[in-house]
């Protein structure tokens, strides 16, 4: 019942951040909205930031499972070309991340300071689950080597945050979302995948599988944690 309850206040809190941005929102609201006290929200999340700091690992979470299944279902979007574009079509799906990413970046700017603050360590596992991922890609002969390692996810992450950065500022409707996925992953592709990586991908599938499995762990153990159920 007590997690039931913690989840009934994470997606409260979702649909209030969706509908009125971060700083509207207070824990008042989000006990009204919820049909609870204040002080039971207080129970499971000591903070404002906290709150929403877990309304956002779980969608990290739920998005993880959507790069697992698509990993499953097709082995090609382990490419770091076709991982872009799946997450750039995602994040636009998703109307909270896109809110997040794209559309408040105030509410990017408090969860970031308040994710160092309070969950340091899973941070810092992100960063590595991504340079990992980077890592078996090179050994796979997926990237090309002439890179240093932090010069290339360096890149790609400036290629897939200004792709999604630019949206707001865009005023013509003539390139559809499809397409801007599919623009992003030819970036990618001829930036910094081999001839021959579409073929030497698969081997590195259950390395990617696993690395992405475990960082979904890690999420999910922290979402429990900040519950405090």
Do not use: C
Not at 9 to 22: F, K
Not at 116 to 125: D, F, I, N, Q, S
């Amino acid at each position: 019942m007590s997690d039931e309850r913690a989840d009934l206040i994470l997606d409260t809190a979702a649909e209030l951040l969706v509908s009125w941005g971060y700083r509207r929102v207070t824990i008042e609201d989000v006990a009204r909205r919820a049909g609870i006290g204040k002080g039971t929200v207080y129970l499971h999340f000591n903070t404002k930031e906290v709150l929403f700091l877990t309304v956002l690992l779980r969608e990290q979470a739920r998005l993880l499972d959507r790069f697992l299944a698509a990993f499953q279902a097709d082995p090609s979007h382990v490419l770091p070309s076709e991982l872009a574009g799946l997450a750039y079509r995602l994040v636009h799906e998703d109307p909270l991340v896109h809110l997040i990413i794209t559309g408040d970046p105030e509410t990017l700017g408090a969860l970031v300071r308040s994710g160092a603050e309070h969950v340091g360590p899973l941070m810092k596992a992100r960063v590595r689950t991504i340079s990992d991922y980077f890592e078996v890609m090179r050994e796979h002969g997926v990237v090309r080597d002439d890179l240093a390692p932090e010069a290339l996810l360096h890149a790609y992450t400036a290629i897939l945050s200004g792709f999604l950065m630019i949206d707001p500022y865009r005023t013509d409707d003539e390139i559809s979302l499809a397409a801007r996925g599919e623009l992003i992953a030819y970036t990618v592709r001829s930036s910094f995948e081999t001839p021959d990586a579409a073929e030497r991908v698969r081997g590195a599938v259950p390395q990617v599988l696993e690395l992405y499995r475990n960082m979904r762990e890690l999420l999910i153990e922290e979402i429990g944690r900040q519950k405090l159920t």
